[in-house]
Nanobody, 115 residues
């Protein structure tokens, strides 16, 4: 399995921005899509965004479309999530994932958006 390490989380006021990063070992980086998911307290983990391994097609949850941008750097085996216009509802632990069925996960990074 791929090793994933997220970073970039923190506390930000509503309307602010954060950029999350996910570093990988690179073993399978170019073979699978990369995704970001999040889990808020008391809620199930939900899909946020994904990017394909080839042409880099991107997919977003409706709740973040137009505010978040996923990108990948194949040379550095990293994937990023630029989050703008953050809302308190975006508060969650954010995870990056990859693999055949997103079966490799990082440990997550906390994002807290204050009102």
């Amino acid at each position: 399995q791929e090793q994933l390490v997220e970073s970039g989380g923190g506390l930000v006021q509503a309307g602010g921005s954060l950029r999350l990063s996910c570093a990988t070992s690179g073993r399978t980086f170019r073979r699978y899509s990369m995704g970001w998911f999040r889990q808020a307290p008391g809620k199930e983990r939900e899909f946020v965004a994904a990017i394909g391994w080839g042409e880099g097609s991107t997919y977003y949850a409706d709740s973040v479309k137009g505010r978040f941008t996923i990108s990948r750097n194949n040379a550095k085996n990293t994937v990023h999530l630029q989050m703008n216009s953050l809302k308190p509802a975006d508060t969650a632990v954010y995870y990056c994932a990859t693999g055949t069925d997103f079966d490799s996960w990082g440990q997550g990074t906390q994002v807290t958006v204050s009102s």
